[in-house]
Nanobody, 123 residues
Framework: QVQLVESGGGLVQAGGSLRLSCAAS????????MGWFRQPPGKEREFVAY???????NYADSVKGRFTIARDNAKNTVYLQMNSLKPEDTAVYYC?????????????????WGQGTQVTVSS
């Protein structure tokens, strides 16, 4: 079992940057596949980024080149560095975890979720 707590959200102007953090409990964090998802207002949840236990990454096309996912296993934390933010990035951002290699873009393949952190990008 792992508990996830996101932080780092806030209000930023278009073109700005934010770094989200997701702190995980438990001693086996390094074994988990981690994902970031987001839910824009009035829309369904969507995949943003993935990092495997080995450090391999994958991104949604909409954020590729602007967002970077990283993990620090010593701190039990996964990060999402978001640069060149756009108003359409406005959403509640969630981190998710699973031990079993997922279909990485599918939220229903992740077992554990944080409570979410709001990111608002003004134009």
């Amino acid at each position: 079992q792992v508990q996830l707590v996101e932080s780092g959200g806030g209000l930023v102007q278009a073109g700005g940057s934010l770094r989200l953090s997701c702190a995980a409990s438990g001693r086996t964090f390094s074994s988990y596949h981690m994902g970031w998802f987001r839910q824009p207002p009035g829309k369904e949840r969507e995949f943003v980024a993935y990092i495997g236990w080995s450090g391999n990454t994958n991104y949604a096309d909409s954020v590729k080149g602007r967002f970077t996912i990283a993990r620090d296993n010593a701190k039990n934390t996964v990060y999402l560095q978001m640069n060149s933010l756009k108003p359409e990035d406005t959403a509640v951002y969630y981190c998710a975890a699973t031990l079993t290699l997922p279909a990485i873009t599918r939220g229903d393949h992740y077992d554990y979720w944080g409570q979410g952190t709001q990111v608002t990008v003004s134009s």
